[in-house]
């Protein structure tokens, strides 16, 4: 699957045959055809530098030492791209005819466009473009929801993606992302599940918000919810009642129709994601009894097969506030990813994606600066920073109004509001901590605050994660 990133230029030293290179294209040149061939779709950061990188002559280890990468996940990206390219052009590409395939398809693409317009050869006059804003496919995107997996706006977060692609190859491994609202996890996750179905792999999400509260009222209920959508998106029936056994329970009748039957009929490994798992904390009983079942399955992998072939992906804004036994926890074992906010640098790169050429100067970053001091390097916050600024909306009137209800941040910090009526106990908790002595506060008060994304906890201390929220909420709410 392709990630967008701005075409980017590569000066590298040449290795091979002098004679070769100079029949061949410089690496600006052939990733500038390469991504022209692609249109409508991109290539990400770290594509764009394999793809150089393998232009001229340097090996896959080479690659993996000077980026600080698995040689064999680079392997994999530099054969994804290969691939990709063969179906482009109807022949087989590999690093070693990459050069001849290329130039063949320009001198086919000059000649075509020569013998329509009845003129001789004609030389390439394209310049490899700095920003997407300059290409003919770009198109400004309002930040919403997750971001797609071919979308220009997808900033990566290293080692986060390579580190999580690498895990879900491992048997039975469980990786658990937490960030609060509106970071990006589900953005990740489906990057996890586009590379795995790359690889070979069988994948499934359920995202329990979309589970019906009748269906999250009951063990058996959720649990039989649980096991007919994943049939469903493997394509397999159902047959729950030929596996389920109330003398059992639910529990073991969910493990083996997992065991005997939807691990059973695929030949390569699932890779199964739960999405929004924070809303089972809303229902403690029943957080209870599944959360251990799924420590359970990960830790039957270090002992049975068919377990090894699954493998989970747990998404969640919090900690768990419920008590569960350490030993039972799916929140203390696998994987850890805690998605950082953007960095200056990050920052950047989001807005020259946006065409805001103005971010490359100096006094471009001292104004990234004053924003970040404003709303941090929060994903959705930051977009929709760039997104205004990009349709003519000053900086200084964005931050002026930031906080304010007029602002572009307005329906953001109403929805806040909102839940904070809805929950007296979290507005009044906030109160306190804007007041700067909060005293003491429910762990669970604590937790569900900072799933909001309202709060951030340094040790025993909390405080508001923004300048946006100070702002605002001391006026809202004192």
Known sequence: M?????????????????????DSMTPDEALLTLEILLQPKYLSDLQQTVFCRAWVGLSYEEISEELAYDPGYIRDVGSQLWLTLSKVLGEKVTKKNVHVALRRYQRETQQAIAQQH????????????????????????FPSGVVALNSPFYIERPPI???????????????????????????????ILAHAKQSGLQTATLNLQRADSSVLSSLDKFLRWICANIAQQLDLAPVLDDHWNLEMGSKMSCTLYFQRYLLEAIDTALVLAFDEVN?????????????????????????????????????????????????????????????????????????????????????GMQDLRSLLEMIGGHPYLVRLALYALRQQVSLAQLLQEAPTTAGIYGEHLRHHLNHLHEHPELAIALQQILSAAPGHLEAVTL???????????????????????????QNQLV
């Open 2 to 22: 392709f990630f967008a990133a701005r075409p980017m230029a590569v000066k590298l030293e040449v290795k091979g045959n002098p004679t070769d290179v100079l």
């Open 118 to 141: 009845g003129v001789g050869a004609i030389a390439p006059t394209a310049n490899p473009s700095d920003h997407p804003s300059d290409a003919p496919q770009f198109r400004l995107e």
């Open 447 to 473: 937790y569900k605050l900072e799933s909001l994304g309202l709060i951030k906890l340094q040790g025993n201390q909390a405080i508001l994660s923004r300048e946006l929220y100070r702002l605002y909420f």
């Open 279 to 363: 809303r089972l904390f809303e229902y403690p009983e029943l957080a209870l009894d599944f959360l251990p079942l799924l420590r359970s399955w990960y830790e039957d992998a270090s002992e049975f097969a068919i377990w090894q072939k699954l493998r989970l992906v747990v998404v969640h804004s919090t900690e768990a506030y419920v008590p569960l036994n350490i030993n039972q926890s799916p929140f203390n074992v696998g994987l850890p990813i805690r998605l950082p906010e953007f960095t200056l640098e990050q920052v950047q790169d989001l807005a020259l994606r946006h065409g805001l050429d103005w971010a490359e100067t100096a006094l």
């Open 161 to 191: 993606e390579a580190q999580t692609f690498r895990e879900i190859h491992k048997p039975g491994s469980l990786i658990r992302i937490k960030a609060s609202r509106q970071m990006g996890k589900s953005s990740v996750m489906h990057r």
